[in-house]
Nanobody, 118 residues
Framework: QLQLVESGGGLVQAGGSLRLSCVAS????????IGWFRQAPGKEREGVSC????????YSADSVKGRFAISRDNAKNTMYLEMNSLKPEDAALYYC???????????WGQGTQVTVSS
């Protein structure tokens, strides 16, 4: 069983940067596809950026391309979302996810709030 705990959210001015972290425990993160999702009030949860366990497949939403970057540090069992040039529309509750695909398992963190002031 994998547990995920996010951190790094907060209040930032438009144009600023934040780095979200998601620490995994209970299993090794390198066996999983990882991703970041977000949900703003009144909107559905949407995928922000995802990458396969080998890094050979990646996805980023058009709205964040060139501004956000997903990465992982297997030694620290941690995934990150580097967010630059933040916009007010990026404000949301951000969740990390680890999916084992055919191996099974779909795990979510509790969410970390990102607020962007204009």
């Amino acid at each position: 069983q994998l547990q995920l705990v996010e951190s790094g959210g907060g209040l930032v001015q438009a144009g600023g940067s934040l780095r979200l972290s998601c620490v995994a425990s209970g299993s090794t993160l390198d066996s999983y596809y990882i991703g970041w999702f977000r949900q703003a009030p009144g909107k559905e949860r949407e995928g922000v950026s995802c990458v396969s366990k080998d890094g050979d497949m990646a996805y980023s939403a058009d709205s964040v391309k060139g501004r956000f970057a997903i990465s992982r540090d297997n030694a620290k069992n941690t995934m990150y979302l580097e967010m630059n040039s933040l916009k007010p529309e990026d404000a949301a509750l951000y969740y990390c996810n680890a999916n084992g695909r055919i191996m099974g398992g779909d795990y979510w963190g509790q969410g970390t709030q990102v607020t962007v002031s204009s």
